[in-house]
């Protein structure tokens, strides 16, 4: 897949608790971009990434922090899990271009928070 | 938001016929891409269509970009039940070197056989 992988694939959390949630490409591509996929709603921009340390909100950041040290790893942090963060996370990877180019999915977090 | 609004939301049909989905974004774009998504994986690459091109064909894929009206359509000729899918609109901020990437809802299609 691309060159892309998510880890965990399933989890399962509580309440409060902390959560992070891994993404790590082989492909040294510049941007990355976490989404989360609800019935109803598609596909929302939680945070995205542009650079090792530069990183930026989406549409749906609040409960959300994200972190890029280098270059092949993009981590997305919930920092007290709620019942409304359940969802289905996807890291996308994307190489920059002179205009926006394809990008290039993980096969997908699904989160539930108890 | 930038985001990409899909229509119609579900589309049902039988095998062998053309299955047309439409697509309104907000603001000026360099290009529209449309992906797939099958149950439970993550999206799919399909097509990229500039803001200069009006139409672009791949296989069964055709493509148009209306910017005037900031609307694209995906037509999917003779579909087989295998078209079965969730099919994203996407675009992106013009010349922006941020990169972001927006979205819409989708459009479920299935295909019956």
């Known amino acids: 897949d691309a060159g892309i992988t998510q880890s965990p694939r399933h989890k399962v959390t509580e309440t409060g608790t902390p959560v992070t949630l891994r993404c790590h490409q082989t492909e040294n591509h510049r941007y990355m971009y976490w989404y989360r996929q609800d019935p109803g709603h598609g596909l929302r921009l939680i945070h995205y990434s542009y650079g090792v340390k530069d990183t930026d909100k989406g549409e749906v950041s609040d409960g959300y922090s994200v972190s890029r040290s280098k270059t092949e790893d993009f981590l997305l942090t919930l920092e007290s899990a709620t019942s409304s963060q359940t969802s289905v996370y996807f890291c996308?990877?994307?190489?920059?271009?002179?205009?926006?180019?394809?990008?290039?999915f993980g096969q997908g977090t699904r989160l539930t928070v108890v | 938001s930038q985001q990409g609004e899909e229509d119609p939301q579900a589309l049902s049909i039988q095998e062998g016929e053309n299955a047309t989905m439409n697509c309104s974004y907000k603001?000026?774009?360099?290009?529209l891409q449309w992906y797939r998504q099958n149950s439970g994986r993550g999206l799919v690459h399909l097509i990229l269509?500039?803001?200069?091109?009006r139409e672009k064909h791949s296989g069964r894929l055709r493509v148009t970009l209306d910017t005037s009206k900031k609307s694209s359509s995906l037509l999917i000729t003779a579909s087989r039940a295998a078209d079965t899918a969730s099919y994203f609109c996407?675009?992106?901020?013009?010349?922006?070197?941020?990169?972001?990437?927006?979205f819409g809802r989708g459009t479920q299609l299935t295909v019956w056989p």
């Open positions: 996407a675009t992106g901020d013009r010349g922006s070197t941020l990169g972001r990437l927006y």
């Open positions: 603001t000026s774009i360099n290009n």
């Open positions: 269509i500039r803001s200069n091109e």
């Open positions: 996308a990877i994307r190489r920059q271009g002179i205009e926006n180019t394809e990008a290039f």
